[in-house]
């Protein structure tokens, strides 16, 4: 059985895994049908929690051809997780807390949500890419860090933004990896990855993955 990726080249090592036969595992902003169907063939018991519409009908789609139970849940992972305390045993997180201004929050809310013991697998964008433009521009330093697609782009209309991709955000490693641990997880082990294309990548990792246990 191959184990899915949390970043866009590397897959996850087996070991970063509990058993999931049995176990109550969250994608969270984990729609688009890549990695949860690995979980629910391996008999966990999963929920994908997504905001966008699309990806979500995809997982659902896979879901009913594949034959197999997966509850779906659209929400936004900025607020409030619609999930009581300690009601999972793993979260898998692939890179998405870019479109979040608030990373420490939603570190706080996996904390909250996952058991005692529980895994928390996450991917997230290296913030030294942000400093970077795209196209001709991608090895042109452009943009101080933190970057804030809201300030950088006021110009523009919310809505155009996120047709384009999504309004991003920068975040420090301070808040990304020392983030989970003021929130109390014990991070256990973390690699880096580079990105299936552009010039930035032959200098750089582009992106970081952690396993941290609560």
């Known amino acids: 059985m191959r184990f899915p990726d ?6 996850v090592p087996q070991d970063w895994f509990i058993p999931l036969n049995g176990a109550k595992v969250l994608g969270l902003a984990s729609g688009g049908a890549q990695q949860c169907p690995i979980f629910a063939a391996q008999m966990a018991e999963v929920t994908v929690f997504d905001y966008s519409d699309k990806q979500l009908e995809l997982e659902k789609m896979v879901a009913d051809r594949e034959g197999y139970s997966i509850e779906i849940i659209k929400g936004d992972m ?16 692939p890179v998405s807390n870019c479109y979040v201004q608030n990373v420490e929050h939603v570190w706080n809310e996996c904390y909250r949500v996952l058991k005692k013991g529980g895994v928390l697998l996450a991917g997230f964008t290296n913030p030294v890419v942000y400093m970077f433009g795209d196209g001709d521009q991608e090895l042109e330093v452009l943009n101080k860090l933190p970057y804030d697609g809201l300030k950088e ?3 523009n209309k919310v809505e155009e933004l996120i047709k384009m991709g999504g309004l991003q955000f920068s975040h420090s490693l301070e808040t990304q990896i020392g983030g989970q641990m003021k929130a109390g997880f014990q991070l256990k082990d973390l690699y ?22 609560k």
């Open 153 to 155: 782009n006021k110009e």
């Open 78 to 93: 900025s607020k409030t997780l619609p999930f009581a305390d300690n009601t999972f045993d793993m979260i898998f997180h």
């Open 192 to 213: 880096e990855d580079n990105h299936h294309e552009g010039k930035l990548t032959e200098f750089m990792p582009c992106y970081i993955a952690t396993k941290a246990i």
């Open 6 to 11: 949390g970043t866009p080249c590397k897959t």
